[in-house]
Each structure stands twice: as C-alpha cells, then as structure tokens.
C-alpha cells in the first residue's frame, strides 16, 4: 500500500470513527550529530489555505480529529487534547501520554505558557548518569533504561489548560483516540520505517508483541494495529483526569516498568506520579524586525532553551552583512549560511552555559531576556567576522560572572509538533515529546493478556550526564530531585508589534535541531516573504557547535566548497525535521490562514 492509499485508508477509519461517536534511533553517518528520527522518504505538500480554524499536526488521523472537536463547538486547547490523544496511538515514536509538552497559548489578550515537561524523581541525584567508577554511562545504554525515565507531565498540563481554556468536557476529547485504538488504524509507511530500523525497541515483550509480527518484522504498510490497552488506559483518564495516569493501577504500572528494569532500573516511585505539578509559566517575548514589518516574537522559556537560542540566532543574524540577503536560485547562499552558523555557535554557547530549570537556576543578570537585549547582542554580533571562528565561548550578559561551567555536547532526541487556531480567536503553538524515537522502548501495560499499551519517555538523559566541568564548578542543567531537564522545544507566536494581531504558529520536533529549523522557518516567512509551505520545504541547515550540516542533496557542491574556504567543516546528511506552520495571509483578496506541514513526515493541516 502506498502513502497515498494509507491516507485514504486512514481518513477513511477516522470518518467511521467521528460518525460513530464523535462530531532505533537511525543509522548515523559518521561525524553527524544523531538525529531523532530517521528519515522515512518525502511526500510533496501542496500547502493548505483555510478562512477560519485550521489544525496541523504530524498525522493525518491526529489533525482531522482535531479538526472534528473544532467544528463540534470545541477551542484550540479541546483541539489539541484530541491531537496529542490520537498521535500517542498512530504516532507512538514521537510523543504520547507517557512524556511531555510545552504549550504556548493566545486567546486574544493574552500569551500563556503551559509547562508540562517531565521532572526528575525524589529519589534522583547528580551521578543518575554516572557508572561505578564517576565516568558518564555510553548514552545509547542511559536511554534504553528505566533510569532515564522522567515523570510525564503532558496529561497533567493539557488538563490544567483545559480548566483555563475547554469548552467541551475532558471525556469527550478523549473519545477519538479510545475508539481508534479498539478499531485500529493502517500502519503509516513512517512507522513501518522506524519499526523496521529499530533494534532496541524489540527488547521489550509488550513492545514486541504490539509492534511485531511472529518472524521480528514490523507490521506493514497498512496493517491496521488495534491498541485494547491504550483504549483502557484513555478510559481512565477521561473519567478521571490526570489522577488515571498518576494515581491507580495506571501509575503502579508506570512504576513497576522503570523499577524492575533487567539492567539499569530507574528510581521513580508512585509519590512522584501523585505530586507531580504542571505550571503556568511567562511567555518569553522579545521584539524583532524586518524590512517590511515590526514583530514580536513570543516563545517558551526556560526550561526550555528554543525561544532563546532562535531569538539570539535571528537577532544576531539581523546584525551581519547578510541582514537582507535574498535566497539565491531558490536556497540559502553560502554567505548567508556563513552568518547563520556563526550566529548559532553563539547561539549554543549561551546555552550550554546558562540555561536550566528556572526553579533551579538563576537566569543571567536575574532574567532570561538579557540574553535577548539588543545592547547585548550587539556586542555578541561584532565577534562574527567573514571566517568561522577558531573558538566560540559563552557570553556575559549584564555583564556579570557565572558561577556555571558549560554542559559538554551529547545528544537530544524526540518530539511532534502541532499549531491550531480556533474560530474564535484563540491560538496555540504546542511541542510534544517522548525524547528519542520510541522514547525508553518501555511499553506499559496494566494487563499483560490485553495487546498494547504506551510508551514512557527517555527525557532524563536531556540531563548533563556529568554533573561538574572539568573545574569542579557545578553544571546548570544537572540531575536534580524533581528538576525539568532543559529542552530545545520551541514553540512559538509570532504578533504584529504595533496591532498586537496574530500572525503565525510554527514548531518543530528534531532534538537539538528544532531550534535551527524553527529559525528557518520563521525568517522563511517574514524575512524572505515565502508561504509557510516553501518556508517548510527549503534545505535544512545548522549546527550545535561542531560541523555545519547541510541537508543532503539540497545544496550545489559551489556552496559546501565556498562554505569551507570561510573555515567551516561541512557534513551532509538526512536533517528529517516536522515542521507544523500556520500564518495569517490572503487568499483570492480575503483574510485566510496559510497552513504548512513537513514534506519529510506525514503531517497535514486541515481545517475550515
């Protein structure tokens, strides 16, 4: 079955379904930074205009389910609950009710952050990573362990910002997942790839059993895999709420698979699932223009670190030469790259120095926007020249001296990404996450006889493995009792400064990656006035601090050369992000929404 048929076939068992009852982490090429994902093939995307409400998100099934809860009366939050229910069963790589999110919300007054990142447990220390003799695990072997497990807190904070924001019950936002689990969906030519290519996942018997034929091959392209198990658990949490997964059986179950893990158990006890708190935190907003509009940019802060480094990345790349550079035959030129790469080793090395749980750490000069000062970036920006620097270190805003010492690089996995706006004003930019792909390959059961169940995350190891530098001076983002490791989620909102109007929902999964793919989006669109879905379908670029990775067969061997001559190590290789956007624009002379999903994944944005 090709992809075409597989989402006539989903869109199919979803119709059914609302009529019924409701209106191995890939093979890395060497010197490459991992990616969280492999990459599954592309499938072009025509881009989407909608004149209402529009939901877009990484699964057809999960976005059309959306899209029925709006035209059921229901808000963008009662939209999104829906989506995150149904991409924890067709989506189960990427995110679920067994990890966490961050939610960036716009009601038309207002920008809230809904903070429902996973936390360490009670019983955590700084050497969680650490072996027997004080040297950091291998991090394939941390992330397949319960060690690694955090307390999920997606479920917690989706209710949270229902109380704000639903308008139709919690049960009835449910009920799209619960009946496509006992119904089945078609296997997505993705989640055949990733199941195929995964070998950690087949360790796990419930997983096994779920995920895989008798031979050990992963079920095929339409193969319509049905979730008892999920639906019994989203049962629970729609009569109960969040206590169905934090409390009962549901939580015992938790509990047990990180305890009684065969080689490295984890230290998550039930009193963690019951304490477990979601929190209201202040949108990060900072101001930035381009040629033809003033914006406000308005992302998520700390613990997550994606609205700052994109904030620093497009306000120092605003202040080189290549301010106004124009795509050259259709793509970045290598100037502009240049700029780009310069401007985001700055970028991660504020970041690897300073930024962690807020309720841990104290932000620089005593608040977070200092690193997105104009004053401050100005000086940052003068150390970008026409070479790539020898050496990149951290900033010091307000002038002030850290008492932390850089985390050293290691790798960062995960996500989903989904925007929605509702009919009625509201709006919301929501990443989604169970770490790496299939998260901890820990799948939960609470009756072994019944098929399914869900995946927990691995996002502890977004920790600092080691808790120290190399001088003894602690490190911001270490393991901590009930700490929120850092994050490169970037969920964002982009408003015109001067009208306060909404103008755009965009956000990526792709680890570390997130926040360049995030940036290329957004200067796609205001900055080279692209669509959101050319803005989307450009070449993918960037860096963490080593090599500048260019996509893979996007970019003429004149770039990577020039690229080289300005000192830059150059790789290619697969950058698979899932880019969802949304954008206020016009169509045939009317207001309308202009809609975007990722070509390299399976999103769609529908809507009305």
């Known amino acids: 079955m090709n992809t075409a048929a597989w989402q006539r076939l989903g869109s199919a068992c979803l119709c059914a379904l609302v009529l019924a009852g409701c209106a191995a982490p890939p093979v890395q090429t060497p010197s490459l930074p991992p990616q969280p994902e492999g990459a599954s093939g592309t499938t072009v995307k025509p881009g989407w205009v909608h004149s209402r409400q529009a939901v877009a998100a990484a699964n057809p099934l999960a976005a059309e389910a959306g899209l029925a809860i709006l035209r059921a009366g229901g808000s963008a939050v009662d939209a999104a609950i829906t989506v995150q229910m149904v991409l924890t069963l067709v989506e189960p790589q990427s995110s679920g009710i067994g990890g ?58 989706l209710a949270l910002a229902h109380r704000e924001h639903g308008r139709l019950p919690w049960a009835r936002l449910l009920e799209p997942a619960i009946q496509l689990a006992e119904q089945g969906f078609a296997v997505s ?23 895989y034929r008798a031979d050990g091959t992963a079920h095929p392209v339409g193969h319509v895999l049905r979730n008892p198990e999920l639906a019994q658990v989203l049962r629970q949490i729609a009569a109960l709420g969040p206590a169905g997964l934090h409390q009962g059986p549901v939580a015992q179950a938790i509990v047990n698979k990180v305890q009684q893990h065969a080689t490295l158990p984890g230290r998550m006890a039930l009193s963690d699932l019951q304490l477990y708190q979601p929190k209201v935190r202040e949108a990060l907003c900072h101001d930035h223009d381009t040629p033809t509009r003033a914006l406000r940019l308005c992302g998520f802060p700390p613990p997550s670190s994606g609205a700052i480094a994109v904030g620093q990345i497009l306000g120092l790349l605003a202040r080189t030469p290549s301010a106004t550079t124009a795509l050259h035959d259709g793509i970045p030129a290598a100037a502009w790259l240049h700029h780009y790469a310069e401007a985001s080793r700055l970028a991660f090395a504020d970041r690897a120095q300073y930024v962690a749980d807020p309720d841990f750490v104290q932000a620089p000069a005593g608040n977070w926007s200092s690193l997105l000062d104009p004053a401050y970036l100005d000086r940052r920006a003068r150390l970008i020249g026409d070479k790539a620097a020898a050496t990149v270190t951290h900033g010091q ?25 509702d009919g009625r004003g509201n709006a919301l930019s929501m990443t989604t996450t169970i770490e790496a792909a299939f998260g901890a390959r820990l799948m939960v059961t609470t009756d072994p006889s019944r098929p399914g169940g869900f995946l927990l995350n691995n996002q502890l190891t977004d920790f600092s493995f080691a808790p120290r530098g190399a001088d003894g001076q602690p490190i911001a983002n270490r393991v901590e009792p009930g700490k929120r490791p850092r994050s490169s989620m970037s969920p964002t909102l982009v408003f015109d400064r001067h009208s306060g109007e909404l103008l755009a929902s965009a956000g990526s999964p792709g680890g570390a990656f997130i926040i360049h793919f995030t940036a290329k989006a957004l200067h796609g669109m205001f900055q080279w006035s692209l669509s959101p879905q050319a803005a989307i379908d450009l070449p993918n670029f960037g860096t963490l601090g080593g090599p500048l990775v260019l996509e893979a067969g996007r970019f003429p ?52």
């Open 397 to 421: 805003p307000g002038g002030a001296p850290t008492a932390w010492a850089p985390m050293p690089h290691q790798p960062e996995f995960g996500t989903s990404h989904i925007s929605i706006v």
């Open 100 to 157: 966490g999110a961050f939610l960036l919300h716009h009601d038309g007054r207002r920008v809230q952050a809904f903070d429902g990142r996973e936390t360490a447990p009670a019983a955590a220390t700084d050497t969680l990573f650490l072996d027997e003799q004080g040297k950091p695990l291998p991090f394939s072997t941390a992330v397949n362990s319960g060690r690694a497990v955090g307390v999920p807190g997606a479920v917690a904070m």
């Open 557 to 608: 061997p004149a770039t990577v050369q020039a690229l080289q001559q300005r000192g830059h190590e150059v790789r290619e290789g697969p950058l698979p992000s899932g880019l969802q956007t949304i954008q206020r624009g016009q169509a045939e002379g009317r207001p309308a929404w202009l809609g975007g999903a990722d070509p390299r994944r399976e999103g769609i944005v529908a809507g009305d």
């Open 189 to 211: 030519p993705r989640l055949h790839t990733l199941l195929n290519d995964d070998t950690a996942l087949r360790k796990d018997p419930v997983a096994v059993a779920h995920f």
